[in-house]
């Protein structure tokens, strides 16, 4: 008897941004630079940043919360949890273990990825994999950061501690029979581009890890060249928008949203221009978060579709960008 095809539908979310808000303003105590500066050069008005204390599983525990209320589910309906993190809360074990604990999950296997601005495309291309194989059924994709304590809060730092911010969401995927979901999703990388934007320590090349000198040297901060990433970013995106489209037989014109990761503004000013793409179809909420890594496709995601933005039959296109060299997009029938 022929099986009907099972494809992966996105059945619930849930995010959380968290409560202390960073205006542009509260760098200028720190370094040379003004709400302008910002504003003008990446879109961002303001972001959040954790309490301390606080790391990714514990800001992703609301943001599961949220997304099992929308999907009607509980713990006991997740099979299997992907946590996309580059702002892990420990080298070892993995966020998605902690997060297994503190929410209370059975023995369900978690996943770590660590993909930086592109964990969310990579994480939601393995959880299509496990739910089309019909290995899981209900799939926890959970991306969240704390990037907050990777900032440079000086002079030097200034061009990077701006943009990058903290916030946490949930996806539930689940199996349809439907031909709604996920189309299909495409992944590349550039490990040449490594140091472009990288956190160079703690590293299993030193000896120790981590020492005072590693310290002294502000190894430990995210750096970023944002000249060459920008380069890169503006060329990617549409580039691998353009070959999820024709995978599926699709063009520039069927897509009715898209949502890039949250760069910079002007990144997706670039991109909806190369791509002839309106206002309305370009969903854009950095001004609000800045630029809060894995989470930030999933958050504007969840903002779109509590906005009604989203209709039945929508094709939706995700797209991202960021370290590693790593890029990615997914194309989905909503
Ligand atoms: N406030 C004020 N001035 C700043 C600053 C800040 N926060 N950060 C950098 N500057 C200064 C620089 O020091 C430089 O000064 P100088 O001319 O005296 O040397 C000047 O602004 C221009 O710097 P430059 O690096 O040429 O700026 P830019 O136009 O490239 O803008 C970025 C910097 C980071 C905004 C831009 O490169 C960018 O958006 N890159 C992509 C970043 C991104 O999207 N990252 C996420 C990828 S996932």
């Given at each position: 008897m022929k099986q009907n095809k099972i494809n992966s539908h996105i059945i619930g979310m849930g995010y959380?941004?968290?409560e202390?808000?960073?205006?542009?303003e509260?760098?200028?105590?720190?370094m040379e630079t003004s709400d302008q500066w910002i504003s003008e050069r990446t879109g961002i008005k303001e972001r959040r940043f954790v309490n301390k204390g606080q790391g990714p599983a514990d800001?992703?525990?609301p943001a599961v919360e949220r997304a099992l209320?929308?999907?009607?589910?509980?713990?006991?309906?997740?099979?299997f949890i992907i946590f996309a993190t580059s702002t892990p809360d420990y080298y070892i074990p993995g966020s998605g273990c902690i997060l297994q604990e503190k929410m209370n999950f059975s023995t369900i296997g978690a996943l770590d990825i660590r993909n930086a601005c592109s964990g969310f495309i990579y994480a939601i291309s393995i959880a299509d994999q496990f739910i089309k194989t019909q290995t899981y059924k209900n799939i926890l994709v959970v991306t969240a950061e704390v990037q907050s304590t990777a900032m440079n809060l000086t002079n030097t730092g200034r061009d990077t501690s701006v943009i990058f911010a903290d916030g946490a969401a949930a996806t539930i995927l689940s199996a349809t029979e439907s031909n709604q979901?996920?189309?299909?999703?495409h992944l590349h990388s550039e490990g040449k581009?490594?140091?472009e934007l990288w956190v160079e320590a703690p590293s299993s090349k030193a000896n120790p890890k981590l020492s005072q000198e590693i310290l002294d040297q502000e190894k430990h901060y995210l750096k970023m060249n944002g000249k060459e990433v920008f380069k890169h970013a503006v060329k990617r995106f549409p580039e691998v928008i353009i070959e999820g489209l024709k995978?599926?037989?699709l063009t520039v014109d069927d897509i009715d949203l898209l949502i890039p990761h949250q760069a910079n503004i002007r990144i997706s000013k670039m991109i909806q221009k190369k791509l002839n793409l309106s206002d309305h179809q370009v969903i854009s909420n950095i001004h609000k978060y800045g630029n809060t890594t894995a989470a930030s496709i999933p958050i504007a995601l969840c903002e779109t579709i509590n906005n009604n933005k989203l209709c039945k039959g929508d094709t939706l296109v995700l797209a991202a960008f960021g370290s590693g060299f790593s890029w990615g997009s997914a194309i989905l029938k909503w």
């Amino acid at each position: 008897m022929k099986q009907n095809k099972i494809n992966s539908h996105i059945i619930g979310m849930g995010y959380y941004a968290p409560e202390n808000i960073i205006d542009n303003e509260y760098f200028t105590q720190f370094m040379e630079t003004s709400d302008q500066w910002i504003s003008e050069r990446t879109g961002i008005k303001e972001r959040r940043f954790v309490n301390k204390g606080q790391g990714p599983a514990d800001i992703a525990v609301p943001a599961v919360e949220r997304a099992l209320e929308n999907a009607k589910l509980t713990v006991d309906d997740i099979d299997f949890i992907i946590f996309a993190t580059s702002t892990p809360d420990y080298y070892i074990p993995g966020s998605g273990c902690i997060l297994q604990e503190k929410m209370n999950f059975s023995t369900i296997g978690a996943l770590d990825i660590r993909n930086a601005c592109s964990g969310f495309i990579y994480a939601i291309s393995i959880a299509d994999q496990f739910i089309k194989t019909q290995t899981y059924k209900n799939i926890l994709v959970v991306t969240a950061e704390v990037q907050s304590t990777a900032m440079n809060l000086t002079n030097t730092g200034r061009d990077t501690s701006v943009i990058f911010a903290d916030g946490a969401a949930a996806t539930i995927l689940s199996a349809t029979e439907s031909n709604q979901g996920i189309l299909s999703t495409h992944l590349h990388s550039e490990g040449k581009y490594l140091k472009e934007l990288w956190v160079e320590a703690p590293s299993s090349k030193a000896n120790p890890k981590l020492s005072q000198e590693i310290l002294d040297q502000e190894k430990h901060y995210l750096k970023m060249n944002g000249k060459e990433v920008f380069k890169h970013a503006v060329k990617r995106f549409p580039e691998v928008i353009i070959e999820g489209l024709k995978h599926n037989n699709l063009t520039v014109d069927d897509i009715d949203l898209l949502i890039p990761h949250q760069a910079n503004i002007r990144i997706s000013k670039m991109i909806q221009k190369k791509l002839n793409l309106s206002d309305h179809q370009v969903i854009s909420n950095i001004h609000k978060y800045g630029n809060t890594t894995a989470a930030s496709i999933p958050i504007a995601l969840c903002e779109t579709i509590n906005n009604n933005k989203l209709c039945k039959g929508d094709t939706l296109v995700l797209a991202a960008f960021g370290s590693g060299f790593s890029w990615g997009s997914a194309i989905l029938k909503w």
